[in-house]
């Protein structure tokens, strides 16, 4: 995974608090992604960057917020997590847009919500 | 709406047994189709992209292969290290970006 880190790794939380999950990228990509994956569904979209402070929804925003203040850094936040959030959630970022692009994934984080 | 179906969820094989992995695609326009591999607790690793129909591509034991409607991926004498779970996914010409992911093929090679 090198060039992309996620944090934490690892999270257990409860029922109405909030959490922040950060992605760090060192390749200077303008594009980055948060997907989540849970049996059953495979990998989904939660929302996109094609840039600093430009973001867009996926087809499962709902619940999530993101932030992109510099182009290194995406943050996902739960505002109120529920149980139905937990999932392993996955950042990924890719230098080419509207272009056939490869995103090189981070590790993964992994959050239970109890 | 674009969607991607792959089959089957689950393949177990003998070591040396060759097969194939389905990925049935509607998308509007395809501007590219992504295979991936993700290992247990790690992310999905890139393999292939196809872009136009009759296109191949290979690495190793793997042979990707594209038609209009569906990608195959092909495991020529499959070893017990190619035990993964494989993912294609799609990127529609009208998408910035964006790609819709499969639910995923798990393979378990046997020694």
């Known amino acids: 995974d090198a060039g992309i880190t996620q944090s934490p790794r690892h999270k257990v939380t409860e029922t109405g608090t909030p959490v922040t999950l950060r992605c760090h990228q060192t390749?200077?990509?303008?594009?980055m992604y948060w997907y989540r994956q849970d049996p059953g569904h495979g990998l989904r979209l939660i929302h996109y960057?094609?840039?600093?402070?430009?973001?867009d929804k996926g087809e499962v925003s709902d619940g999530y917020s993101v932030s992109r203040s510099k182009t290194e850094d995406f943050l996902l936040t739960l505002e109120s997590a529920t149980s139905s959030q937990t999932s392993v959630y996955f950042c990924?970022?890719?230098?080419?847009?509207?272009?056939?692009?490869?995103?090189?994934f981070g590790a993964g984080s992994r959050l239970t919500v109890l | 709406e674009d969607q991607v179906t792959q089959s089957p969820e689950a393949l177990r094989l003998q070591e040396g047994e060759s097969s194939s992995l389905n990925c049935s695609y509607t998308v509007s326009g395809l501007r590219g189709l992504f295979w991936y591999r993700q290992d247990p607790g790690k992310g999905p690793e890139f393999l292939f992209t196809l872009y136009s129909a009759g296109e191949e591509k290979e690495k190793e034991r793997l042979k990707a292969t594209l038609t209009k409607k569906e990608s195959f991926l092909h495991i020529t004498a499959p070893k017990p290290e190619d035990s993964a779970t494989y993912l294609c996914a799609v990127q529609a010409s009208s998408n910035t970006g964006k790609l819709i992911f499969g639910q995923g093929t798990t393979l378990q090679v046997k020694p």
């Open positions: 960057s094609y840039g600093v402070k430009d973001t």
């Open positions: 990924a970022i890719s230098g080419r847009g509207a272009g056939a692009n490869v995103l090189t």
């Open positions: 390749e200077n990509h303008r594009y």
